[in-house]
């Protein structure tokens, strides 16, 4: 493991958490922005593992929460980690140790890296998802158990808000309802942990397979198959994009996306069901990969990750799906994220299964 990030990784870790963010988790550049900017003012941030930290360590989970359409115009400032910072060190009694991204997909994989330059810390290489979930109660924590009993979160207007749910569930209902009147967009920390309870309820090693599959394709002659490869992905169709709907609601961006296949694909069509990520894929209502595997549209030339929010019509895309992390595909992960966490009338079914 490397045992910093540095400004040459961010480019790299950028790239990757797009990929992992399966369409959702905010766009990464204005948190490679901010990464390298606080990296110039602050230094390399330390990259540490579980080990690394005393075992009563407090470990700050970090992200966004809202609608990644929002998110582009209402940009998190350099503020909102300190105020949670200083609520938690209230509220324990002691300044966290270390932070660590909530969900390594998206902008909320990249950002952390400024907040814990902010913020003087280390970054733990672990996340809550390894991948990016749209809601609250769908991280790693939730399903090994772990009470959901304090989220704080902070807004650009400089409001401090601190919940104390009575489970992940009502987690998401209160801190959505916050989020949406704060604008759709705010920063939270949730499942504040020591390092010894984090064990075995985090995902440890995703911020090193971001830069990974992020340097995948770095010189790459076919980036599309270097970046296949390196995810062991199927791809499920290669296209155009040629039909959109999307909105903003909730909190949430919701649609679904459709891409006409070209080349050998021509005459297929698949379809994208999406809330803030891309959820479900169907082809003549068949479907071929769905929620917790990761789905992931790519541009066909460049293998770069196309967020949902960015999906416009004509674009020439390739459609990658693989396998979610084994916790994801447990009685109690299938629960919290499955298809029908989302209300589809769907038994997962692995994707290299269907495949």
């Known amino acids: 493991m490397q045992a910093r990030i540095t400004l040459e990784d961010v480019a790299a870790l950028a790239r990757g958490c797009a990929v992992l963010g399966t369409g959702g988790g905010g766009d990464v550049r204005p948190g490679a922005i901010a990464a390298r900017r606080a990296i110039r003012e602050h230094g390399e941030v330390p990259l540490v593992s579980l080990d690394d930290l005393p075992a009563d360590a407090l470990v700050l989970p970090l992200s966004g929460i809202g609608a990644p359409t929002v998110s582009h115009e209402m940009i998190h400032g350099e503020d909102e980690p300190v105020r949670i910072a200083e609520e938690i060190e209230r509220i324990f009694g002691r300044p966290p140790a270390a932070v660590m991204s909530s969900e390594i997909g998206g902008g909320n994989g990249v950002a952390p890296v400024a907040w814990a330059a902010r913020l003087g810390l280390p970054l733990l290489d672990a996340d809550a998802m390894g991948r990016a979930f749209p809601e609250v109660q769908m991280v790693s924590m ?14 650009v207007a400089g409001n401090v808000v601190t919940i104390r749910p009575i489970d992940g569930l009502w987690s998401e209902r209160i801190a959505r309802a916050v989020c949406v009147a704060a604008g759709s967009s705010a920063l939270m920390a949730d499942y504040v942990l020591t390092a010894r309870e984090c064990a075995g309820a985090v995902i440890e090693g995703t911020v090193s397979r971001a830069i990974a599959v992020g340097r995948a394709t770095e010189g790459a002659a076919d980036p599309l198959a270097a970046l296949t490869a390196e995810l062991g992905a199927v791809r499920l169709l290669t296209g155009k994009l040629a039909d959109l709907d999307r909105r903003t609601t909730g909190g949430f961006a919701r649609g679904t996306a459709t891409v006409e296949g070209t080349g050998d694909d021509r005459g297929r069509t698949l379809t994208l069901e999406i809330q803030n990520e891309n959820l479900v894929a169907l082809e ?41 992390d084994p916790l994801w595909r447990t009685p109690k992960g299938l629960e919290t994220a499955g298809p029908r966490a989302f209300g589809y009338d769907l038994d997962y079914l692995p994707v290299e299964k269907i495949a």
């Open 142 to 155: 939730y399903v090994a158990g772990i009470p959901a009993n304090l989220v704080v979160m902070a807004d």
């Open 284 to 324: 003549d209502g068949r479907v071929r990969a769905m929620v917790p595997d990761l789905i992931t549209v790519v541009d066909t030339q460049t293998a770069t990750a196309v967020q949902t929010e960015a999906l416009r019509y004509g674009q020439r895309v390739t459609v990658l799906a693989w396998p979610c």
